[in-house]
C-alpha cells in the first residue's frame, strides 16, 4: 500500500487537462451536494417555522380571532463549475487528500450511518468536498494512523519494556485510529462553531463598515463587495460567497438567509432581519447598522466582564488546588509523623495525592480556556 502510496504522488506531480477536469468535476459534486444540503437546512427551518405559526393560529382560533399565515418555499439552484482552459498545479496536500479518498473509496458507503447528515457539515464548514470523498478520506487517514502509530509504538515500547511493551504499542495503534476516525466526524461541526466565532469577533467592525459605505452614497451590494474584499476574515469570506449567488441568480434576502445556515451568530440574525426588512419597507439602513453594531460590541464587553469574573474565582480555586491544599496536606502528615514517630500516610499515597492535585490544576485551565469569549 506504501508503494501504491508513493506511485500516485509520483504520477499526480505534473498536472494537466484530466486533472483539472477532475477537480472540476469534484467542485460541481461538492457544490451541488451542498445546495442539497442547504436545501434540506432551509425546509427544516420552514418546518420549525410551520409548526410554530401552527401552534400560534391554534391560540388565535381559540380566541376566535381570524389569522392568514403565508409561507413561500424557496428552492436552492443547482450550478456547474467549468474548468478553466489553463492547467492548474494542485498543491501536494490535495493530491494527498485525493490519493488517500481514492485507495479507500470503495469503503466510503460503510460508515454512511455513523457520518448521517455530513453534507450539512460540510457545507456549513464551507469544506469543498463531495461527502464520499471526505467519508472515504477520513477512513483511510484512521487506517493509515492506526498501522504508523502500531509500528511505531510497538518497536519504541519494545526496545523499553521487551515483548509486553511491543504488544502494548500494537494495541494503542488501533486505538488512535479510531480517535482519529472519530475525530474526522466531529472536526466540521467543530470548524463550524470556530467560524461562527470568528465572524462574530468581526462583526461590529463590518458593521460599522457597511454603515459608512451607505452614508457615503454607496449601494448595498456595492458595500458587501466592499466588505468581502477587506480584511474581516470569515465575514469577508462568507460575504463573497453571498455576492457569488447572488451574481448567479439568487436574491440578496436568500444569500442572507443561506449565511444564517452557515454562522450561528445572534448579531448576524438580526443585522439580516434589519437589512432585509429595510429593502422591503424602506428606512435608514446605514443608522440601523450602526445600533446594532453598538449593541453586539456592547453584548461582547458584558460577555468579556462576565468572563473576568468567573476567571477570579476560578483563581482562588486554583490557588487553593495547587498550592494551599498540597502544602496543607504535606504540614499536616509531617506533623502527625513527628507526634506519631512515623508517617501515617505510605510516601506513594502521598505521590498519588499530588497528582491527583496536578490532574485538577490542568482540568480547572482547560476549563478556564473555555469559559473564555471569542471576542
Do not use: C
Amino acid at each position: 500500500m506504501i508503494v501504491r502510496l508513493i506511485e500516485k504522488i509520483g504520477e499526480l506531480t505534473v498536472t494537466g487537462a484530466e486533472q483539472v477536469a477532475r477537480r472540476a468535476q469534484e467542485i460541481s459534486l461538492a457544490l451541488s451536494e451542498q445546495e442539497e444540503a442547504a436545501k434540506k437546512l432551509r425546509e427544516r427551518k420552514e418546518k420549525e417555522k410551520e409548526e410554530r405559526k401552527r401552534a400560534i393560529e391554534e391560540k388565535l382560533l381559540k380566541l376566535r380571532e381570524a389569522v392568514v399565515l403565508e409561507d413561500e418555499v424557496q428552492e436552492a439552484e443547482s450550478f456547474e463549475i467549468v474548468p478553466e482552459r489553463e492547467e492548474l498545479k494542485e498543491p501536494f496536500a490535495t493530491r494527498l487528500v485525493n490519493i488517500i479518498s481514492d485507495l479507500f473509496s470503495g469503503y466510503s458507503r460503510t460508515p454512511a450511518t455513523f457520518f448521517s447528515n455530513i453534507q450539512e457539515d460540510l457545507y456549513k464548514a464551507n469544506i469543498l468536498m463531495p461527502a464520499s470523498k471526505y467519508i472515504a478520506f477520513a477512513i483511510g487517514t484512521s487506517v493509515i494512523v492506526a498501522i504508523a502509530s502500531a509500528v511505531l509504538f510497538s518497536l519504541l515500547f519494545a526496545t523499553m519494556f521487551g515483548a509486553m511493551g511491543s504488544l502494548i504499542g500494537i494495541v494503542l495503534g488501533p486505538l488512535l485510529g479510531i480517535f482519529v476516525f472519530f475525530y474526522a466526524r466531529i472536526y466540521p461541526k467543530s470548524k463550524v462553531k470556530a467560524r461562527s466565532d470568528a465572524f462574530s469577533r468581526e462583526l461590529p467592525f463590518a458593521l460599522r463598515h457597511m454603515a459608512t459605505q451607505l452614508t457615503s452614497g454607496a449601494g448595498l451590494l456595492e458595500t458587501m463587495r466592499s466588505v468581502a474584499q477587506s480584511g474581516y476574515g470569515v465575514l469577508s469570506e462568507e460575504f463573497r460567497r453571498a455576492i457569488l449567488e447572488i451574481e448567479r441568480g439568487a436574491t440578496i434576502e436568500e444569500a442572507y438567509d443561506r449565511m444564517n445556515l452557515r454562522i450561528d451568530s445572534p448579531g448576524l440574525k438580526k443585522a439580516s432581519r434589519q437589512i432585509i426588512s429595510t429593502l422591503r419597507t424602506g428606512g435608514n439602513l446605514a443608522n440601523t447598522l450602526k445600533i446594532i453594531a453598538e449593541e453586539v460590541a456592547t453584548e461582547m464587553r458584558m460577555k468579556l466582564k462576565d468572563y473576568i469574573q468567573v476567571l477570579n474565582t476560578f483563581s482562588l480555586m486554583y490557588m487553593f488546588a495547587i498550592v494551599v491544599a498540597p502544602v496543607l496536606i504535606t504540614t499536616l502528615v509531617v506533623a502527625m509523623g513527628i507526634a506519631m514517630k512515623g508517617l501515617p500516610i505510605p510516601s506513594n499515597v502521598m505521590w498519588i495525592l499530588y497528582l491527583a492535585f496536578f490532574g485538577v490544576g490542568i482540568y480547572m485551565s482547560f476549563m478556564v480556556k473555555r469559559f473564555e469569549p471569542k471576542v
